[in-house]
Protein backbone atom coordinates (compact mmCIF):
# COMPACT_ATOMS: atom_id res chain seq x y z
CA UNK A 1 0.00 0.00 0.00
CA UNK A 2 0.86 3.23 -0.81
CA UNK A 3 1.50 6.25 2.02
CA UNK A 4 -1.58 8.82 1.69
CA UNK A 5 -3.79 6.95 -0.02
CA UNK A 6 -6.85 4.91 1.06
CA UNK A 7 -6.33 1.59 2.55
CA UNK A 8 -9.44 0.10 0.47
CA UNK A 9 -12.21 1.40 -1.51
CA UNK A 10 -14.81 -1.16 -1.83
CA UNK A 11 -16.36 0.11 1.90
CA UNK A 12 -16.19 3.46 3.85
CA UNK A 13 -13.70 2.86 6.91
CA UNK A 14 -12.48 5.35 9.62
CA UNK A 15 -11.15 5.57 13.10
CA UNK A 16 -8.44 3.34 12.58
CA UNK A 17 -6.31 1.90 15.62
CA UNK A 18 -3.67 0.09 14.24
CA UNK A 19 -1.67 -2.77 16.40
CA UNK A 20 1.32 -5.22 15.11
CA UNK A 21 0.48 -8.55 16.25
CA UNK A 22 3.12 -11.87 14.91
CA UNK A 23 4.72 -8.71 13.00
CA UNK A 24 1.90 -8.35 11.16
CA UNK A 25 -0.15 -5.01 10.92
CA UNK A 26 -3.82 -5.09 11.80
CA UNK A 27 -6.01 -1.74 11.72
CA UNK A 28 -9.06 -1.86 13.31
CA UNK A 29 -11.45 0.50 12.07
CA UNK A 30 -14.89 2.02 12.69
CA UNK A 31 -17.02 0.98 8.86
CA UNK A 32 -19.25 4.09 7.84
CA UNK A 33 -22.59 3.01 5.87
CA UNK A 34 -23.81 5.54 3.50
CA UNK A 35 -27.56 6.72 4.24
CA UNK A 36 -29.12 10.09 4.28
CA UNK A 37 -29.50 10.43 7.75
CA UNK A 38 -29.15 14.27 9.34
CA UNK A 39 -26.01 15.81 10.13
CA UNK A 40 -25.89 17.22 13.30
CA UNK A 41 -23.61 17.84 16.88
CA UNK A 42 -24.60 14.49 18.01
CA UNK A 43 -23.14 12.64 15.33
CA UNK A 44 -26.26 11.21 14.13
CA UNK A 45 -24.88 10.64 10.79
CA UNK A 46 -22.87 8.41 11.58
CA UNK A 47 -25.20 5.22 11.87
CA UNK A 48 -22.23 2.45 12.01
CA UNK A 49 -23.43 -1.23 12.65
CA UNK A 50 -20.38 -3.45 12.54
CA UNK A 51 -16.69 -3.54 12.18
CA UNK A 52 -14.19 -4.96 9.28
CA UNK A 53 -10.87 -5.51 10.07
CA UNK A 54 -8.06 -4.69 8.01
CA UNK A 55 -4.82 -6.44 7.76
CA UNK A 56 -1.72 -6.29 6.10
CA UNK A 57 1.52 -8.61 5.93
CA UNK A 58 3.24 -5.50 5.52
CA UNK A 59 3.29 -1.87 4.20
CA UNK A 60 4.09 -2.65 0.63
CA UNK A 61 1.30 -5.54 1.14
CA UNK A 62 -2.32 -5.14 -0.44
CA UNK A 63 -4.63 -4.66 2.28
CA UNK A 64 -7.19 -7.00 2.90
CA UNK A 65 -10.27 -6.71 4.23
CA UNK A 66 -11.07 -9.71 6.49
CA UNK A 67 -15.05 -9.46 6.37
CA UNK A 68 -17.38 -8.41 9.09
CA UNK A 69 -15.74 -9.51 12.55
CA UNK A 70 -18.54 -8.24 15.43
CA UNK A 71 -22.28 -6.52 14.36
CA UNK A 72 -24.82 -5.05 16.60
CA UNK A 73 -27.40 -7.24 15.98
CA UNK A 74 -25.59 -9.91 18.20
CA UNK A 75 -24.82 -7.28 21.15
CA UNK A 76 -28.04 -7.28 23.72
CA UNK A 77 -27.18 -4.14 24.82
CA UNK A 78 -26.36 -2.45 21.74
CA UNK A 79 -29.60 -0.07 19.86
CA UNK A 80 -27.11 1.80 17.62
CA UNK A 81 -24.03 3.42 16.76
CA UNK A 82 -21.08 0.85 16.91
CA UNK A 83 -18.58 4.05 16.68
CA UNK A 84 -14.39 3.86 16.74
CA UNK A 85 -12.77 0.39 17.87
CA UNK A 86 -9.63 -0.78 19.58
CA UNK A 87 -7.86 -3.89 19.73
CA UNK A 88 -5.08 -5.38 22.06
CA UNK A 89 -3.76 -9.14 22.48
CA UNK A 90 -3.29 -10.54 25.68
CA UNK A 91 -1.70 -14.04 26.63
CA UNK A 92 -3.25 -15.36 22.96
CA UNK A 93 -6.95 -13.05 23.16
CA UNK A 94 -7.36 -10.56 21.29
CA UNK A 95 -9.71 -8.26 23.17
CA UNK A 96 -11.77 -5.77 20.59
CA UNK A 97 -13.03 -2.76 22.88
CA UNK A 98 -16.29 -0.69 21.22
CA UNK A 99 -18.51 2.07 22.29
CA UNK A 100 -22.06 1.97 21.66
CA UNK A 101 -25.40 3.56 22.54
CA UNK A 102 -27.72 1.53 25.05
CA UNK A 103 -31.51 1.20 24.87
CA UNK A 104 -31.68 4.45 26.61
CA UNK A 105 -29.45 6.27 24.31
CA UNK A 106 -26.06 6.43 26.52
CA UNK A 107 -22.84 5.43 25.25
CA UNK A 108 -20.77 3.13 26.70
CA UNK A 109 -17.77 0.56 26.17
CA UNK A 110 -18.22 -3.00 25.41
CA UNK A 111 -15.94 -5.64 24.86
CA UNK A 112 -15.53 -8.85 22.71
CA UNK A 113 -12.62 -11.54 22.80
CA UNK A 114 -11.70 -13.75 19.75
CA UNK A 115 -8.52 -16.27 19.38
CA UNK A 116 -7.79 -14.35 16.12
CA UNK A 117 -6.71 -11.16 15.26
CA UNK A 118 -9.57 -10.47 12.66
CA UNK A 119 -12.14 -12.53 14.53
CA UNK A 120 -15.04 -12.97 14.49
CA UNK A 121 -15.40 -11.52 17.92
CA UNK A 122 -17.70 -12.99 20.65
CA UNK A 123 -19.28 -9.92 22.84
CA UNK A 124 -19.94 -9.78 26.52
CA UNK A 125 -23.40 -9.43 27.34
CA UNK A 126 -23.38 -6.31 29.17
CA UNK A 127 -21.08 -3.44 28.58
CA UNK A 128 -18.14 -2.68 30.35
CA UNK A 129 -19.57 -1.28 34.55
CA UNK A 130 -18.03 2.30 35.06
CA UNK A 131 -17.93 2.79 31.10
CA UNK A 132 -19.12 5.93 29.24
CA UNK A 133 -18.80 7.72 26.28
CA UNK A 134 -16.83 7.11 23.39
CA UNK A 135 -13.13 6.10 21.71
CA UNK A 136 -11.76 3.82 23.82
CA UNK A 137 -8.05 3.21 23.28
CA UNK A 138 -6.06 0.33 25.62
CA UNK A 139 -2.53 0.74 26.93
CA UNK A 140 -0.66 -2.79 28.29
CA UNK A 141 2.52 -0.88 29.56
CA UNK A 142 5.46 -2.78 29.97
CA UNK A 143 5.21 -4.00 33.10
CA UNK A 144 2.08 -5.66 32.15
CA UNK A 145 -0.76 -3.20 33.29
CA UNK A 146 -3.38 -2.35 30.81
CA UNK A 147 -5.48 1.13 30.63
CA UNK A 148 -8.15 2.59 29.09
CA UNK A 149 -8.73 5.61 27.60
CA UNK A 150 -12.09 7.23 26.31
CA UNK A 151 -13.88 10.22 26.01
CA UNK A 152 -15.52 12.31 23.09
CA UNK A 153 -17.80 15.94 23.49
CA UNK A 154 -20.85 16.54 22.10
CA UNK A 155 -22.12 13.44 19.98
CA UNK A 156 -19.79 11.37 22.83
CA UNK A 157 -21.94 12.72 25.59
CA UNK A 158 -18.59 13.06 27.68
CA UNK A 159 -19.80 16.34 29.42
CA UNK A 160 -22.81 14.77 30.27
CA UNK A 161 -20.94 12.61 32.80
CA UNK A 162 -19.21 15.18 34.81
CA UNK A 163 -20.08 14.51 38.22
CA UNK A 164 -20.06 10.37 37.24
CA UNK A 165 -23.93 10.29 36.34
CA UNK A 166 -25.68 10.93 33.42
CA UNK A 167 -27.08 14.64 33.22
CA UNK A 168 -28.72 14.69 30.01
CA UNK A 169 -29.00 18.81 29.73
CA UNK A 170 -25.39 20.25 31.56
CA UNK A 171 -24.47 23.42 32.13
CA UNK A 172 -22.39 24.75 29.34
CA UNK A 173 -18.31 24.75 30.61
CA UNK A 174 -17.51 28.33 30.39
CA UNK A 175 -14.51 29.32 27.96
CA UNK A 176 -11.78 29.98 30.56
CA UNK A 177 -12.52 27.03 33.06
CA UNK A 178 -10.34 24.42 32.42
CA UNK A 179 -11.41 21.90 29.41
CA UNK A 180 -12.41 18.56 30.13
CA UNK A 181 -10.23 15.92 29.71
CA UNK A 182 -10.17 12.53 28.53
CA UNK A 183 -10.85 9.44 31.35
CA UNK A 184 -8.21 6.39 31.63
CA UNK A 185 -9.45 3.64 34.01
CA UNK A 186 -7.08 0.40 34.86
CA UNK A 187 -8.47 -2.95 33.92
CA UNK A 188 -8.36 -5.68 35.69
CA UNK A 189 -6.83 -9.11 34.73
CA UNK A 190 -9.57 -10.39 33.23
CA UNK A 191 -9.22 -7.29 30.60
CA UNK A 192 -12.89 -6.98 30.58
CA UNK A 193 -13.73 -4.86 33.77
CA UNK A 194 -12.67 -2.06 35.11
CA UNK A 195 -10.58 -2.44 38.37
CA UNK A 196 -11.28 1.23 39.52
CA UNK A 197 -13.49 4.44 38.86
CA UNK A 198 -12.26 6.17 35.63
CA UNK A 199 -10.10 9.48 36.27
CA UNK A 200 -10.09 12.64 34.13
CA UNK A 201 -6.75 13.25 33.03
CA UNK A 202 -5.09 16.52 33.27
CA UNK A 203 -3.86 18.37 30.13
CA UNK A 204 -1.31 21.28 30.95
CA UNK A 205 0.23 24.37 28.85
CA UNK A 206 3.50 25.26 28.71
CA UNK A 207 3.15 27.33 32.10
CA UNK A 208 1.71 23.96 33.65
CA UNK A 209 -2.07 25.38 33.59
CA UNK A 210 -4.48 23.12 32.90
CA UNK A 211 -5.50 24.06 28.87
CA UNK A 212 -8.55 26.31 28.63
CA UNK A 213 -12.19 25.08 27.53
CA UNK A 214 -11.70 27.95 25.02
CA UNK A 215 -8.78 27.11 23.83
CA UNK A 216 -10.11 25.17 20.82
CA UNK A 217 -6.73 24.71 19.39
CA UNK A 218 -5.09 22.83 21.60
CA UNK A 219 -8.15 21.46 23.86
CA UNK A 220 -8.73 17.81 23.98
CA UNK A 221 -12.07 16.70 21.80
CA UNK A 222 -12.06 13.34 21.18
CA UNK A 223 -10.59 10.44 19.81
CA UNK A 224 -7.32 9.55 22.54
CA UNK A 225 -4.41 7.46 21.39
CA UNK A 226 -1.28 6.72 24.05
CA UNK A 227 1.86 5.12 23.05
CA UNK A 228 5.26 5.13 24.24
CA UNK A 229 8.32 6.81 22.94
CA UNK A 230 12.30 6.21 24.92
CA UNK A 231 10.13 5.68 28.08
CA UNK A 232 7.65 9.14 27.85
CA UNK A 233 4.00 8.77 27.35
CA UNK A 234 2.54 10.43 24.47
CA UNK A 235 -1.26 11.09 24.56
CA UNK A 236 -2.35 12.14 21.04
CA UNK A 237 -5.96 13.29 20.44
CA UNK A 238 -8.02 15.19 18.26
CA UNK A 239 -9.01 18.81 18.72
CA UNK A 240 -12.74 18.61 16.74
CA UNK A 241 -13.89 21.98 15.87
CA UNK A 242 -9.75 22.90 14.87
CA UNK A 243 -9.32 19.61 12.83
CA UNK A 244 -6.01 19.35 14.22
CA UNK A 245 -4.52 16.23 15.87
CA UNK A 246 -2.06 17.57 18.68
CA UNK A 247 -0.24 15.71 21.64
CA UNK A 248 0.56 16.34 25.15
CA UNK A 249 3.78 14.71 27.17
CA UNK A 250 4.04 12.86 30.60
CA UNK A 251 5.91 10.64 32.63
CA UNK A 252 2.96 8.02 33.56
CA UNK A 253 0.15 6.24 31.86
CA UNK A 254 -2.57 8.96 34.14
CA UNK A 255 -0.64 11.56 33.74
CA UNK A 256 -0.93 14.53 33.75
CA UNK A 257 0.20 15.77 30.15
CA UNK A 258 2.11 18.40 28.73
CA UNK A 259 0.91 19.86 25.62
CA UNK A 260 3.20 19.82 22.60
CA UNK A 261 1.89 20.53 19.45
CA UNK A 262 0.17 19.18 16.40
CA UNK A 263 0.86 16.16 14.45
CA UNK A 264 -1.35 16.58 11.58
CA UNK A 265 -3.18 19.80 10.01
CA UNK A 266 -6.58 19.51 9.16
CA UNK A 267 -7.15 16.66 6.65
CA UNK A 268 -11.05 16.67 3.87
CA UNK A 269 -13.77 16.36 6.24
CA UNK A 270 -15.09 17.73 9.49
CA UNK A 271 -12.60 16.01 11.84
CA UNK A 272 -10.08 13.23 12.04
CA UNK A 273 -8.96 10.13 14.58
CA UNK A 274 -5.93 8.29 14.28
CA UNK A 275 -3.59 5.94 15.70
CA UNK A 276 0.17 5.47 16.29
CA UNK A 277 2.69 2.40 15.28
CA UNK A 278 6.05 1.36 15.44
CA UNK A 279 6.43 -0.84 12.54
CA UNK A 280 10.31 -2.54 12.10
CA UNK A 281 11.95 0.64 13.93
CA UNK A 282 10.27 3.05 11.79
CA UNK A 283 6.84 5.08 13.34
CA UNK A 284 3.37 5.26 11.53
CA UNK A 285 0.34 7.37 12.03
CA UNK A 286 -2.71 6.03 10.66
CA UNK A 287 -5.49 8.60 10.30
CA UNK A 288 -8.58 9.16 8.10
CA UNK A 289 -10.24 11.57 5.54
CA UNK A 290 -13.37 12.00 3.27
CA UNK A 291 -11.45 12.11 0.21
CA UNK A 292 -12.98 8.47 -1.07
CA UNK A 293 -16.34 10.29 -0.80
CA UNK A 294 -15.20 13.93 -2.07
CA UNK A 295 -15.55 15.31 1.27
CA UNK A 296 -18.75 13.66 2.83
CA UNK A 297 -18.05 13.84 6.72
CA UNK A 298 -19.60 9.86 7.12
CA UNK A 299 -18.18 8.30 4.70
CA UNK A 300 -14.37 8.11 5.14
CA UNK A 301 -11.10 6.23 4.26
CA UNK A 302 -8.19 5.28 6.48
CA UNK A 303 -4.61 6.32 5.03
CA UNK A 304 -1.30 5.80 7.00
CA UNK A 305 2.18 8.00 6.62
CA UNK A 306 5.20 7.56 8.35
CA UNK A 307 6.02 9.71 11.68
CA UNK A 308 9.32 11.48 12.43
CA UNK A 309 10.52 12.88 15.89
CA UNK A 310 13.20 15.29 16.23
CA UNK A 311 15.96 14.46 18.49
CA UNK A 312 14.24 16.76 21.73
CA UNK A 313 11.28 13.63 21.36
CA UNK A 314 9.41 15.95 19.99
CA UNK A 315 7.11 15.08 16.79
CA UNK A 316 7.34 16.48 13.19
CA UNK A 317 4.01 18.13 12.39
CA UNK A 318 2.45 16.78 8.63
CA UNK A 319 1.13 18.54 6.49
CA UNK A 320 -1.79 15.74 5.01
CA UNK A 321 -1.60 16.61 1.17
CA UNK A 322 2.09 16.85 1.22
CA UNK A 323 4.96 14.09 1.08
Not at 124 to 148: H, M, N, R, T
Not at 253 to 272: A, Q
Not at 311 to 318: A, E, F, L, R, S
Request: aromatic share 14%; charged share 25%; proline share 8%.
Amino acid sequence: MKQNEPLVTHIYTADPSAHVFDGKIYVYPSHDLEHDGEDNDDGDEYQMEDYHILSMDDLDSPCVDNGEALNMRDIPWVSKQMWAPDCVCKDGVYYLYFPARDMDGRFHLGVATSDSPVGPFKPEPDYIKGSFSIDPAVLIDDDGEAYCYFGGLWGGQLEKWQTGEFIADPAPIPADAAALGPRVAKLNPDMKSFAEDPKQIVILDENGEPIKAGDEDRRYFEGPWMHKYNGKYYLSYSTGTTHYLVYAVGDAPEGPFTYKGRILEPVIGWTTHHSIVEYKGKWYLFYHDSSLSGGINHRRCVKYRELKYNPDGTIITMKPYED
